[in-house]
């Protein structure tokens, strides 16, 4: 902020593709040191300018009245018309949330400490107790779906209690998680098991994070073999292009691939029913994956991404139990776990 | 099925449009008396025919293994090559979950009882304690994103402890949900709330039935004010009409819909900063849905549905928090509650 006399202006870390990198040293996708200023006294920006400061208030009210809004609801609370003017300060929502992210950096905070949050999704169970919003909860006997994961679950909302599990197995789906949990896989290897409905939510990504820092725990990731599957991996281990700055705080840079492999069909012995041909913007995806700087200089990751191609076809994590219902979580994982070769890094 | 010498059938009442009818007594769209035979002997119907055995021989597996599979884990466990052949059982999960449903409606199950189960989604807090799975659960203490409401609820999985609510408020979002839930709405209100993320997911939507059966509780519907939202209220209450032969299980012929009106913009003296406008989609919609037979004989409903074709715009839940981030959960909500002519039945 400036002085008297000098036109206030707020410096916010430039979000543009330009201004990320990928840090080898603690492995995650980091912005860079450009700034943008956003002045107030300038036609071009008053508007931004304003717009901050209005989000900015709305999230102080949000933290003094112990309150916490979705990015929806942060945009309705924002939006209003000028007084005198037909002007409205918001037109649609897809102006706030920029806004949102530009506060995020320009503060060095996460979106859930200024109190506003995404879709939760995802879901776990484990010998882990924690307690969340005050509620001490075992989530080893949380039901058939397990526990709820909330979009918000920094250390004032969520504290860990006790933890016997040895390490977490994050798989994509939600179907798939719960043949792990019906196996009661978490039980007989003493695990956690995660999903997160996909590309995991943020309160996901954060809490995978929060575990292996303050609990220990390696995080093992389970996900199709297409490249939605690599890509969901590069953002649960190195972070997002797109919000890079949250990397820091989000990724888990020692996440290791577990599979499926692209060698998992002759390694495992499918049947071709297992195989979906790749289409053209697979092959498209996979080779962009392939040039992503953690990706390119990694031998094992080259060969994999590669294989798949030669393959030409992509395969499903749930398209394993094709042999047995219990083939996925009675062998595949367990010799997966076993064999530390055929771990990707 | 048939005897010795005669030729192998399975009668399948027909899904189709045709076949659906809502039936003004019980409430619920339900399946007419159409019935397609599926014979053994006939070219064109062989395959289906072996379709269906087979996947009714993975369910009765399923059940005798007492484990469950996904739609999708049902395709993988069907498909296989026919010895000697190239020809696969199923070439793509669209041709099995069709299977799937002809076997719910020939043999009059849910598919939950067949241990098949869809996505779960949706959540739920307040005073009820059930049993899931054999864990003893009080919804009123499930941590901040609340009790995951899994894909099967049939009574062998849940059974009902203890309650104390008097309703039911199920909301569509999970974003709005939360904002409910931190309000602590179901302690003031003394009831539960849930949400389905959505078109509520089949679990959900059991569950709702379950409850307002077993429990006697009403259930409030709270959508946004747009012909989704009155899609998704027709579909809670008299069932889905591609899926007319659930309905008798899953809908829910006294719940009450309750907002967001066509009428509440004046009502509640809203700003014009929630009006979101029409598309042609969705006045195309809106008169579709006037013309359902459940709505077309209601004035109430014929009176609300003209009334957003002449606003000409649609409102969302969110927006109502445009005045105060608590207005929603401290005023809007109750005062609906308390005004029942305000109900939409």
Request: one cysteine or more; aromatic letters at 10%.
């Amino acid at each position: 902020m400036a002085g008297r006399k000098e036109d206030p202006a707020i410096a916010v870390p430039t979000r543009a593709l330009s201004n990320v990198r990928f840090n080898e040293e603690s492995r995650h996708i980091e912005m860079g040191e450009n700034k943008q200023s956003r002045n107030f006294f300038n036609y071009g920006q008053a508007k931004r300018f304003m717009q901050t400061l209005l989000v900015a208030s709305k999230c102080k009210e949000l933290i003094d009245r112990d309150k916490t809004a979705s990015i929806r609801q942060v945009y309705y609370l924002s939006k209003h018309t000028i007084k005198g003017t037909k002007e409205k300060t918001f037109d649609d929502q897809s102006e706030s949330d920029p806004v949102i992210e530009d506060l995020e950096v320009a503060i060095d905070s996460l979106r859930e400490e200024l109190h506003v949050f995404a879709s939760n999704r995802g879901n776990m169970a484990g010998p882990v107790t924690l307690v969340d919003a005050g509620n001490t909860l075992d989530c080893a006997a949380m039901g058939s779906a397990g526990y709820a994961v909330p979009s918000i679950v920094e250390a004032d909302v969520i504290q860990f209690k006790k933890c016997s599990a040895k390490f977490i197995l994050h798989v994509e789906k939600d179907t798939v998680w719960r043949r792990f949990h019906e196996d009661r896989f978490w039980e007989t290897h003493r695990c956690i098991i995660s999903h997160g409905g996909g590309q995991p939510a943020r309160g996901m990504r954060r809490l995978l994070r929060r575990m292996h820092e303050e609990l220990k725990l390696p995080v093992f990731v389970l996900l199709d073999n297409d490249p939605w599957g690599y890509y969901i991996y590069s953002v649960i281990k190195h972070g997002s292009i797109n919000l890079a700055y949250e990397s820091r705080r989000m990724a888990v840079p020692d996440a290791v691939f577990l599979g499926v492999s692209s060698f998992d069909y002759e390694r495992c012995e499918m049947s071709d029913d297992v195989k979906i041909e790749l289409d053209a913007n697979d092959i498209k995806r996979a080779k962009q994956i392939a040039n992503y700087p953690w990706f390119a200089d990694k031998r094992p990751w080259q060969k994999e991404i590669r294989k798949m191609l030669a393959n030409g076809f992509k395969m499903e994590v749930e398209a394993m139990i094709s042999k047995d219902l219990e083939y996925l979580t009675g062998e595949y994982v367990p010799m997966k776990l076993k064999d530390k070769k055929q771990w990707l890094d």
